[in-house]
């Protein structure tokens, strides 16, 4: 049995269609498996151990409300049942699945592992249960009426584990390399800004990652997913080196570490190759190079095996 983690919490977005808000609870009762070994679930946020993906088999059931829908403003036959999944690093989608509701809707829904491979494998995905329109309507006041509107969903995050060392990854071009001061062709480059070591915080990222466009492109492209594995892991692996190393003049007389920061976290990854104190992480980002504190991360994000796999 997997001792994957999970826990039922999620937003509600609020959509500006009153007259069809009869609509809105028409997936809720939505529900997920994410191993074949596991009973379905409508929990929505689930945390995916790097060595569970090989074993994900992503099945959802829509469970739609069949008392909502003869209750809706809108016709059955005008409405779509649309699952899909979705690559927030990438910004890439995949449409798994549409059903016209004017046919009657499966019980379940198998996400193929082709799929969970063309978004990087499975570990950072979210899966999208969409009740919407099947084609347009003519234009009513506070109803929909563009094909593909969206009246209800529910979403399933499933997230690789969370250590508290988040930070944006955005695309850059040759010209703003350039007026960085960089070669047109830099890969990737780390600013850091401070705060390694307090709290984390969602309003107060720690660093800002730029990733050349070309290559950010290329990452989402759909015949290249084995080495969009292979460039993430090294990207997780070389960034945090890169923090941990801008970042040291503010934590090298530091006595010990607070457990929400992100610094926290990097030791956390650390340890889960081999044991590290504060002391100890000191002395490998105080070696010329951090060849060590590399190999160490590199181990932890198995880059070797998602190389040899491409």
Request: glycine residues 4%; charged residues 25%.
């Amino acid at each position: 049995m997997s001792n994957m983690s999970y826990h039922k919490s999620a937003t509600k977005d609020v959509r500006p269609f009153f007259g069809a808000a009869s609509l809105e609870e028409a997936v809720d009762n939505a529900q997920i498996r994410l191993f074949e070994d596991q009973p379905f679930t409508d929990a929505v946020s689930f945390t995916i151990e790097e060595q569970e993906v090989p074993r994900l088999a992503v099945v959802v059931k829509p469970n739609l409300s069949e008392a909502t829908l003869a209750g809706g403003a809108i016709a059955r036959g005008k409405l779509a049942l649309a699952i899909t999944a979705v690559n927030p690093f990438l910004k890439k989608t995949v449409l798994i699945e549409k059903v016209l509701l004017s046919k009657e809707a499966p019980d379940e829904i198998a996400v193929g592992a082709e799929v969970l491979e063309r978004l990087g494998g499975g570990a950072n995905v979210t899966i999208e249960v969409a009740l919407c329109l099947a084609s347009s309507l003519a234009k009513e006041v506070g109803k929909p009426f563009m094909q593909g509107h969206w009246l209800s969903k529910k979403s399933f995050d499933l997230r690789p584990p969370k250590l508290a060392e988040d930070f944006g990854v955005d695309p850059m071009e040759d010209d703003g390399w350039k007026a960085m001061g960089f070669p047109a062709k830099t890969l990737y480059h780390v600013e850091y800004y401070s705060g390694v070591n307090e709290q984390a915080s969602k309003d107060r990222p720690i660093a800002k990652v730029y990733v050349h466009a070309d290559v950010y492109k290329k990452l989402a492209a759909d015949n290249l997913p084995k080495m969009s594995r292979s460039l993430m892991a090294f990207l997780a692996a070389e960034i945090p080196c890169q923090i941990l190393a801008a970042s040291y003049a503010d934590w090298k007389d530091a006595d010990e570490v607070d457990s929400r920061s992100p610094l926290a976290a990097f030791l956390k990854r650390i340890n889960r190759v081999q044991p590290c104190t504060l002391q100890q992480l000191k002395r490998l980002v105080d070696d010329p190079g951090m060849s060590k504190l590399r190999a160490i991360l590199h181990a932890d994000q198995q880059s070797v095996r998602q190389v040899a796999e491409v």
